[in-house]
């Protein structure tokens, strides 16, 4: 079956610092990839989105590029702040279902000093 | 009332009790979800309805019931519990499609966080 694996948390950085979050997936065909982020208290929301390879999804500074050829989407952000610290979750949208089951990845606590 | 909502959003249970998790979705989606999000573990999915109907179980053990009357709301019966069904449930909805442009983003609403003493 598919499945995500990101980086083993929690990270924790200063205000302003290079952010990168490891993520690779295992899936069959040519799954669609997300990352979704959860703030203290809340649900998920999507942060960025790629559907094929070489797309590149960005959003609020944080970017994400599918690389078919080492299946990863590893998502970056040049200047972190306080109020990013969340759950970071990376995950895959196999095809071949209409309804869109996603596979998640653990997840990945960030927390940002100031 | 926008997006995804779950009511209530705390809830302690003993597990002799019945109680109901509701979720609603404002949003003209076909599809509903619930994931259940414990401490160090990935999000795991429990049900999912299509059209109003149930077209993915999980595994889920009996004590689980959901419910999809119609394509905006989705309910999770809940009996006989145990306390390590404590966890957050997430309720999700999506617009179900074929193809490779459907990417049928996720929409989540806040959760409900629930104790099982």
């Known amino acids: 079956g598919d499945s995500v694996t990101q980086m083993e948390g929690p990270v924790t950085l200063s205000e302003e610092a290079f952010l990168t979050i490891n993520c690779t997936y295992t899936a069959t065909g040519y799954p669609s990839l997300f990352w979704y982020v959860q703030y203290p208290g809340e649900g998920l929301q999507l942060l960025l989105k790629a559907t094929k390879a070489d797309d590149k999804g960005s959003n609020k500074g944080f970017e994400a590029t599918y690389r078919k050829e080492t299946t990863s989407f590893h998502l970056e952000k040049g200047s972190v702040q306080v109020s990013d610290s969340a759950v970071y979750f990376c995950a895959c949208r196999a095809g071949g279902t209409s309804y869109g089951k996603l596979t998640f990845g653990q997840g990945t606590i960030l927390t940002v000093h100031p | 009332e926008t997006g995804v909502t779950q009511t209530p959003r705390h809830l302690v249970m003993g597990m002799t009790n019945k109680k109901s998790l509701k979720c609603e979705q404002h949003?003209?989606?076909?599809?509903m979800y619930w994931y259940k999000q414990s401490a160090k573990k990935p999000l795991e999915l429990m049900f999912v309805?299509?059209?109003?109907?149930?077209?993915e179980n999980n595994s889920v053990p009996s004590r689980f019931s959901p419910e999809c009357p119609n394509s905006s709301h989705l309910f999770l019966h809940l009996h006989t519990l145990q306390p390590e069904d404590s966890a957050l449930y997430l309720c999700a909805s999506s617009q179900g499609g074929r193809g490779v442009s459907s990417y049928n983003e996720q929409f989540f609403g806040p959760g409900t966080r629930l104790t099982v003493l």
């Open positions: 949003l003209g989606h076909n599809a």
């Open positions: 309805y299509s059209l109003e109907e149930r077209v």
